[in-house]
């Protein structure tokens, strides 16, 4: 339980009647029209403007995490939609609730494991290999599987992950931990013996490390790119609904499977 | 309700092993390192790529609404976080709930009295001053205020609009729905002899118009925009946290001024 | 927008070291063990204990808010437990989420009929039949469909409703209200040539009428109800789940019919 | 990750048109009239009706946790209510949103450690002593506090917790598990040098082990019950706010601590 304090103080930013401030630069002249909504939320998360290279990067990974079709978490907005479609902000707010540890988790778990097998990354004489094979064995040793590898669909290859890469290495975001989770795979295809590509969650979380995010960060840049793809999702749901089919598919399959007819029809 | 239809359908995207689509365009080449978080957001609600000059008039729009200091809906995902850190996205879930019509409502409120006043724009020879005196009538007449006018704070100007609309201009985005609503500015403070400043709603509401975003669409920008000033909050929270205080001060006021000490002092 | 106040003020109740009082009653001695737990919603919505008949009648309707079977809401309530099973109460908040005006409108909207249609129950000459054939009309003019009649499924009787009119008549709480709902419903049958059962909805609307809550209040006791059914979705999602089915039949039907293969099949 | 399913199934319920049916209960008949509402609880997490001396006991676990004053839960529902009055839904979702380890995870805590100390309760002959001598030990060689002990209010008895255990007791659910979280605290007391008092989540705790519900499903008691009480709360915001009053003075402290005035004070 945290402490008591005296004063509320927040360094996010501040209003006046003629200014508005946020992490000390002035919205209308120093922001709008010189800052994307990616380099925005740098801004917020990072507590400083990106370089025009940072910029690149960082808006391709959140870019990446805005869209991925039909997940649950579409599914959820779109049936809570269907019952408040007055309320558009709560559906979304549905949507966003299940990105727990099954599915945006591999992002934050694959930057804690390279931070902790490399907490240091600048000293250049790491080895490297040697830090990947403990830590393929350690994860292997707890029944654990290596976060960030592996995807039911994207195989052998991830196609968002090299691109990821390339953009990374082109930007200057290409370091130790990028080297690191590619060893990483190495041991662990060795040692499953089977492909096991670094997925998009995967690529994020080594691209976090380079920038140097806390891991419990990651989870954030999921959450907020997801709400701009839930949006479009609604959008889609008021014109072109689904809910209603799904829920009265739903609905039929399960009178049919466990009402009074399937109840007589047992022996 | 809706009718029932025999095939699922959505347009958003697909995934194969190898590819991923997103409203038509290959995500790890014709998207990543080529659109940023705004573009995105424009891809997905306006179905298309922007043109540069849109770019740079739709990031303005959304990075506007981002941030707003320490309004209740941050304040109720810190309280949130502060009950259950594990779950990060369920407090930026919680903090968008409470953008229904108080605060976001106007900015969709204002796009909405822009097309009714004018569904017409491309048509050069309306009569922006005629539509402008009846709009403020018609709401006078109702007894509503008009939307996208007025702010407790930013008085005699907001200092986002100028702004906004100065980009807009810049861009190709100044049309007769930017003309209009300054219009009825100039109508609704004759009537009501006082400074009424075009708030950042308003400004962005008439921009929305000049996209031709459906004004039901409008709150999800605010939506979108906000899960990422949110996360920026609980970023901060997670360091310096204001919730417990602010949950400590709450309760023991109200124990002095309800509880068994009050009562007994009352005569 | 509300005014400032100099002191925060709740008549909920308070906590010292060793009292916790609730609307004035001692938690330990004079509420655990003497009131279940709808008493106990009523306590906190009437600020009083209910009579044994008050607690009868008012456990009955929201004994009946509870279940549904597989709704939207309950869909919604599973897809979130699939992604944030460590979050219970994230997905019980996504379930509820969509209780807005499409299912537990009607609820709220049966109530504000009847008290505009009869402002003063008491005085026992009222008119009802001349009611009833104003409020038909007075709907119909409006285009507007009677809330609290008709169910695609329950027809040509809600089972519900007959059984909650029985509990109210039987506990003193079949008054005006209750007589009102159903001469409306014998007008609006009237008037369509078609059976319109006083569904669910529509009873408890007439019941809560009866009880004088006021009718903005109404679907907070669906809200409350329904987050009790949704546990025990998800407790049942816990040990034999249907959202990873649901969503995988889902991607895959709009992956046949929007996917490439269906681009490429069109003439 | 699950695994496909050919049918979906639920053995909560059905409808047809003219029944509807609870865990094998016709809801009519059998439900309305006959359960209050922590019965209707019960049974759809127990899956079968409560015996009147259960429904005592249940009814005041789960009244016990509907209300807690002004808590941060309650707080944040009442921010959100003031953004969006017309989503009542969406503020009790925000608010039920941070039930999460902090607050409610103690009750989950001291079931499961029970459930771990002692998984065969039937047998008498347990030494209940030497398992609580090595749990309170075991807590302290991981440096975690024991769940379910010490308050920062109620002390040196938090009064909820005598009561809850007469009430078990006098209905037949005081047995091993109550007592070991007596001996438990003994323990822990001794070790620790100070008052620790068995609290009202770890007095839950403890009874649901005697009722034999999984841990797992604990903290749903806690959420269906808070529902209840954050109802409560926004029906007195509607007509009694605090929500405006705590924004206004939240954001004033912190313009005058984080400010341009402040800035410039700073040398």
Known sequence: MPKRKDDLTSDIGWSTP???SVRGLDLPSEILG???????????????RPTPEESTVFNAIVVTLVEHG????????????MGAPEALQAAVAAGLCGLGTVFVGSMEGAAKMLYEALPEPASGDADLDG?????????AARGQIVPGLGHPLHKPVDPRTPRLFQIAAENGKSGAYVDLIQR??????ERRGKPLPINATGAIGAICCEFGFPWQI????????????????????????IAFELWQRTEEEILKNNGPAAKSAKP
């Open 18 to 20: 003629d200014r508005i």
């Open 34 to 48: 010189h800052m994307n909504l990616g380099d925005m939320a740098f801004l917020l998360t990072a507590h400083r």
């Open 70 to 81: 039909i997940t649950p978490s579409a599914m959820a907005a779109r049936l809570t939609y």
């Open 131 to 139: 830090i990947a094979d403990r830590t393929v064995a350690d994860f």
């Open 184 to 189: 990483i795979q190495v041991r662990a295809e």
């Open 218 to 241: 990651v989870r954030g840049f999921g959450v907020m790119a997801r709400a701009i793809g839930l949006v479009g999702h609604l959008l889609e749901e008021r014109t072109d609904p």
